[in-house]
T-cell receptor, first 113, second 113 residues
């Protein structure tokens, strides 16, 4: 089975940096995704890691360590519009499971002025 | 390019009534997913289609839930009869293959009274 843990909520100040950690225990691994979800809206894709290391995309970066079952999403130069939930999702490595994503509970980030 | 379309956006029904949700995926996407998302939690997969074939419905409560994707394009998810615990957001997503990023629709928020 899959078990994915991430903090429930984080608060940060506009312009600061926030790091959202995600740990996972899975029966297979074929990639980790981060999605952003504003209240009442659809999750939107932020990043994808399948190899160890850091992927940088503008103000957002995502890191993966497969040996540790660990990822983080780093949000820099926080803006008020970054207030949202951030979902960590792991894709199973079992071919029969296809592209099945298992999501963590999401981390709600509140950016304060 | 149009994204994933879902309707209705909101639905309020009384328990024991039937309800249906409709999803039109991104054009050309052969893989379609239905997820359930409870408040403050991550999405949970209900069923995955490859074209018109349901290839993973292990998490679908088959006593009351059903789904179809007759022509391999749009899909309908039905609940009959609905229970109080079915109140949630029902998300539809699609991808161009089982290895690719999933794009989510805005969801249908169901309230069962």
């Amino acid at each position: 089975g899959q078990n994915i843990d991430q903090p429930t909520e984080m608060t940060a100040t506009e312009g600061a940096i926030v790091q959202i950690n995600c740990t996972y225990q899975t029966s297979g691994f074929n990639g980790l995704f981060w999605y952003q979800q504003h209240a009442g809206e659809a999750p939107t894709f932020l990043s994808y890691n399948v190899l160890d290391g850091l992927e940088e995309k503008g103000r957002f970066s995502s890191f993966l360590s497969r040996s540790k079952g660990y990822s983080y999403l780093l949000l820099k130069e926080l803006q008020m519009k970054d207030s949202a939930s951030y979902l960590c999702a792991v894709r199973a490595g079992i071919k029969a499971a296809g592209n099945k994503l298992t999501f963590g509970g999401g981390t709600r980030v509140l950016v304060k002025p | 390019e149009a994204g994933v379309v879902q309707s209705p956006r909101y639905k309020i029904i009384e328990k024991k009534q039937p309800v249906a949700f409709w999803c039109n995926p991104i054009s050309g996407h052969n893989t379609l997913y239905w997820y359930l998302q409870n408040l403050g939690q991550g999405p949970e997969l209900l069923i995955r289609y490859e074209n018109e074939e349901a290839v993973d419905d292990s998490q679908l409560p088959k006593d009351r839930f059903s789904a179809e994707r007759l022509k391999g394009v749009d899909s309908t998810l039905k609940i009959q009869p609905a229970e109080l615990g079915d109140s949630a957001v029902y998300l539809c997503a699609s991808s161009s293959g089982d290895e690719n990023e999933q794009f989510f629709g805005p969801g249908t928020r169901l309230t069962v009274l």
